[in-house]
């Protein structure tokens, strides 16, 4: 087995960060994004639209998810949370059970809610 070069070994480790920060660059963009869910008839009665959106609160974050009818609004809620910057960088609810997960290559946010003591729901927002 060939033994690897101090320089080699220099190298990989500086690859290794600039692909971690360029990630982590990319998901702290996509807080910026607005995400938005929709459900078409054939799920239910009803179009639902569901919209996620995210706003800087001094160093932690505020969630805001919006659900309409049609065009009106039947759903507020918003939620503080803090920012994790491990894997893809996600936002964890501060005293609860929300996680809000990024993929900025796929323009998705994965929100994750065991709020309801029964299940855990996953909900797919596709980046506007």
Not at 4 to 29: E, F, P, T, V
Not at 52 to 65: A, D, M
Request: charged letters at 25%; one cysteine or more.
């Amino acid at each position: 087995m060939k033994k690897q070069s101090l320089w080699s070994k220099i190298g990989s480790i500086l690859l290794i960060a600039k692909a971690y920060s360029r990630q982590h660059a990319d998901s702290l963009a996509a807080l910026e994004k607005v995400y938005i869910k929709r459900r078409p008839r054939e799920d239910c009665r009803e179009e639902t639209v569901s919209t996620l959106s995210i706003s800087r609160f001094g160093s932690v974050f505020k969630v805001h998810q919006k659900s309409y009818l049609y065009d009106d609004l039947v759903k507020e809620e918003t939620w503080m949370a803090t920012y994790g910057w491990q894997s893809s960088g996600h936002l964890i609810e501060i005293g609860g059970d929300r996680y809000l997960i990024f993929d900025p290559l796929h323009k998705v946010a994965y929100l994750e809610d065991s709020s309801d003591l029964k299940s855990t729901t996953l909900n797919f927002y596709n980046q506007i």
